[in-house]
Each structure stands twice: as structure tokens, then as C-alpha cells.
């Protein structure tokens, strides 16, 4: 009894710490182009007992592209205006990066005539 209580311990400590393939998540943020500080943080999507070809892993860096163009079209929120941004991208164990594509963030003020 107290093998297998040591075998599920290293099982859920493996899995927690390299591929928790139960709950996996798709995180996308819009970062500084230079010391790729956070600006912006989505929770994409997610799927739950998934492989890594799942879409909601597979398309995770596609996704996360348009909404940090998005982003960056319409203002960036309280980012200085005019500040570069990039997407960098996590889909659990399956993928991570950071694009070489650079958004300028968009004045979003509007000029009267």
C-alpha cells in the first residue's frame, strides 16, 4: 500500500511538472519589443484530456497573433501610444514563442474638424 501511495506521488508530481496533459491552456500576451515586459495577458483557450494536436493547442500562436494586432490597432489601453509590441504565446507543453513582428500601438484619439 505504501509502494503505490509513492507511485501516485511521482505521478502527480511528474505530471504537474511536465506535461499536464488533464487541463491544458493556450495563454497569449502582448509584450515590450525590447525587455518583452507584459502589457496585456488573455487566457485564450483551453481543453481538458487533449493531445497537443487538439485546436485549441494547435492554433494557439495563429490566434494569439490577431488579437495582439488587434491590440495594437486599437490603442493598446493605457500603453504609451506609439510603443512596440510584440505576441508571445504558451500552449502548455505543447509550444511557446515569441514573434520577430512588431506592432506599432495606434493613436486612438480622434482629431475634429
Not at 45 to 70: I, L
Not at 72 to 85: E, L, M, P, Q, Y
Request: aromatic share 8%; proline share 1%; glycine share 6%.
Amino acid at each position: 500500500m505504501k509502494s503505490l501511495t509513492v507511485a501516485l506521488v511521482l505521478i502527480g508530481c511528474f505530471m504537474v511538472v511536465n506535461c499536464n496533459f488533464i487541463n491544458r491552456k493556450c495563454i497569449c500576451k502582448a509584450v515590450s519589443n525590447t525587455v518583452h515586459y507584459v502589457f496585456r495577458e488573455w487566457d485564450q483557450s483551453s481543453c481538458t484530456f487533449c493531445s497537443c494536436n487538439d485546436p485549441a493547442m494547435t492554433n494557439c500562436e495563429g490566434v494569439c497573433k490577431r488579437m495582439v494586432q488587434d491590440y495594437a490597432t486599437s490603442g493598446c489601453g493605457k500603453v504609451v501610444k506609439g510603443s512596440i509590441v510584440k505576441h508571445k504565446w504558451e500552449a502548455s507543453n505543447c509550444g511557446e514563442g515569441i514573434s520577430k513582428e512588431d506592432y506599432k500601438c495606434a493613436s486612438t484619439h480622434l482629431i475634429s474638424e
